[in-house]
């Protein structure tokens, strides 16, 4: 075979392995769609169905849509991306009034949440997602608190006040994460001092537990996951009895802390 015949099969070699990569392209991306799309449609259909219940029910039976028919809803959102929860817990979650908080670097995160079913737990979510209206639909249903940006400080803050005085007054819990965004630089980010002002208020413990999604799972701030296990880690109660507005920022800084151990404990 001489070196023009060797560098023709070469070529021929080389379009047929760039057409195997365009096929398998096209496939993954048909595969994404698809999942998309059947989750649109869950979240759609699941949203008349979840706003019908309230309304038969008056809007009194939160235990009902957020620890049962919202937690299935994203147990099947889930299993169509493959993806499974794994729950590790030091000890049994509190009976009483707490705050949870945790890490938040995903996409999949108030999904893997959310299947949790929290008991008698509300939820702070960024109130532009509303804009998703089966999304907003599901939250609004969920008694969910919607958040301003930290570019709008006085919201922000009347929201947080709203949320005191409905917790202290319904004795429910609720979950927020203190970074605020999805942090997607593979460290802990910046706490926001919403979660711990309430803690500190209610004097109520602040339940923290850290989310581990695997590298090859995780879509960070994108749609795409992966299938995979995703790992929630409960630790201990932190207590805040004898915490007060004037170590706020100290208490903030030493839960922090923790997610940072946390963080290098399960990263290793």
């Known amino acids: 075979m001489n070196g023009t015949q060797r560098g023709r099969q070469w070529s021929g070699e080389g379009e047929a392995q760039s057409k195997q990569s365009d096929q398998a392209d096209g496939s993954s991306k048909t595969r994404v769609a698809l999942k998309i799309g059947i989750s649109i449609v869950a979240l759609t259909l699941w949203s008349i169905l979840m706003l019908f219940v309230a309304i038969l029910t008056l809007f009194q039976a939160r235990r009902?849509?957020?620890?049962?028919?919202?937690?299935?809803?994203?147990?099947?959102?889930?299993?169509?991306?493959?993806l499974d929860v794994r729950v590790h817990f030091r000890e049994p979650l509190p009976e009483t009034q707490v705050i949870y908080i945790s890490n938040h670097t995903s996409t999949i995160d108030i999904f893997a949440i959310i299947s949790l079913g929290l008991p008698r737990c509300r939820y702070f979510l960024f109130g532009r997602l509303r804009r998703i209206v089966p999304l907003g639909i599901i939250a609004t249903v969920m008694g969910t608190f919607f958040t301003y940006p930290q570019s709008m400080p006085d919201k922000r803050v009347r929201v947080f006040q709203n949320a005191?005085?409905?917790?202290?007054?319904?004795?429910?819990?609720?979950?927020?994460?203190?970074?605020?965004?999805r942090v997607t630089s593979g460290d802990i980010g910046t706490f926001n001092k919403g979660a711990f002002h309430l803690a500190t208020n209610l004097k109520v413990p602040i339940?923290?537990?850290?989310?581990?999604?695997?590298?090859?799972s995780d879509p960070g701030k994108g749609l795409n996951a992966k299938p995979g296990v995703?790992?929630?880690?409960?630790?201990?109660?932190?207590?805040?009895?004898?915490?007060?507005?004037?170590?706020?920022?100290?208490?903030?800084?030493?839960?922090?802390?923790?997610f940072v151990e946390y963080h290098r404990e399960f990263k290793a």
């Open 64 to 82: 009902l849509y957020n620890e049962y028919l919202a937690k299935w809803l994203v147990r099947f959102i889930l299993w169509v991306w493959g």
């Open 164 to 181: 005191e005085r409905v917790l202290r007054r319904t004795g429910e819990s609720v979950y927020l994460s203190p970074e605020g965004m």
């Open 207 to 216: 339940a923290p537990f850290f989310i581990q999604i695997p590298e090859e």
């Open 230 to 258: 995703v790992d929630i880690y409960f630790e201990r109660p932190i207590d805040t009895s004898d915490w007060s507005l004037d170590e706020l920022i100290e208490n903030k800084e030493r839960v922090r802390n923790l």
